[in-house]
Every structure is written in structure tokens, then in C-alpha cells.
């Protein structure tokens, strides 16, 4: 298995492995409405081609025999803070707890370690399962906050952080 790094040939993957992992991860979180509607502000091909050249964010790719399992999504000197910012992390998922989310965590902190970034941090949804393999991994729960994204939504997240 190897992290590669996406660029916006990519967008096709990224849009793919999405389409395949939020509607089982947000199933019985977030409503069918508001799943569409986050997918198409997140994922279309004009959003992600504006993230990956105008707003700074990287992503990377895991990939083993040629078969996309995951990608993330990050974001050096965050509100230059002297942070990374985690924006995605998803993996596919028949391939949850088999390393790969630590792969990418391990990648990135070692890339915000070389660009003199000392923390990363993250938001995830208050009722998102991963809370508990962040927390393994290092991240603490430092707030909460609830995003208005429009359309009437909300994301209810917890802010976590990991000192590098």
C-alpha cells in the first residue's frame, strides 16, 4: 500500500471513493437531504478543483495494486496558526481499521512537521464513530462548534487537536 499525492487529474477518484463512503458514514447521522446537499458543495468538480488550486488544501490518496482506498484532505499554517488542518479524512468502508486512517495521519505529520507546523487539527461530527480512533491516535477534544453551511444545515462538530 503506498500514500500517493492527488492533484486535480485526480478529482474523478476523489468524487468516486466519496460517493462510495458518505452515504454509509452519515447514514445515521445527518439526514439524505443534507447529504446531497454537503456532497455537492464539497465534491463537485468545481469545488474540489478550487480547494486543490486557489484555496491551498492537498490531498492524498492511498492506493494499493492500482485500487483507490481512501483519500484525505489538509492544509499547511492553517488561519496561520502555525497548524495543519485537517479538512477529510475518509476510507472505504471494508477497509476501516486496517491501518490506513493512522497511514495518513502519519503522513501528514510528518509533512506539517517539515513545513515547522506543531499541531494538527481536525473537526469531526459529534456523533462520528471515528471520535474514538482520533483519540487513540493522539487528537483530545479541545471544543465544539456548530457550522452554519447553509440551506438551513448545520455542522455539529468537536475540534480536535494533536500536538506534533
Do not use: C
Amino acid at each position: 500500500m503506498e500514500i500517493v499525492e492527488a492533484s486535480i487529474d485526480d478529482i474523478f477518484i476523489i468524487q468516486t471513493l466519496a460517493d462510495q463512503i458518505w452515504p454509509s458514514t452519515f447514514a445515521d447521522i445527518l439526514s439524505e437531504e443534507q447529504i446531497t446537499y454537503m456532497m455537492n458543495m464539497m465534491y463537485s468538480t468545481a469545488s474540489l478543483n478550487h480547494q486543490m488550486t486557489k484555496a491551498g488544501r492537498h490531498y492524498l490518496l492511498a492506493r494499493d495494486n492500482n485500487e483507490y482506498l481512501g483519500y484525505v484532505s489538509y492544509e499547511f499554517d492553517y488561519k496561520e496558526k502555525g497548524l495543519t488542518k485537517i479538512h477529510k479524512i475518509y476510507v472505504l468502508p471494508s477497509m476501516q481499521g486496517k491501518n490506513i486512517g493512522k497511514l495518513f495521519i502519519d503522513k501528514i505529520s510528518q509533512l506539517a512537521t517539515e513545513n515547522a507546523n506543531k499541531k494538527l487539527a481536525l473537526n469531526v461530527n459529534r456523533f462520528n464513530k471515528a471520535i474514538g480512533f482520533y483519540q487513540h491516535i493522539g487528537f483530545e477534544i479541545i471544543g465544539r462548534e456548530d457550522i452554519d453551511i447553509g440551506n438551513g444545515f448545520l455542522m455539529e462538530d468537536y475540534i480536535m487537536n494533536k500536538k506534533l
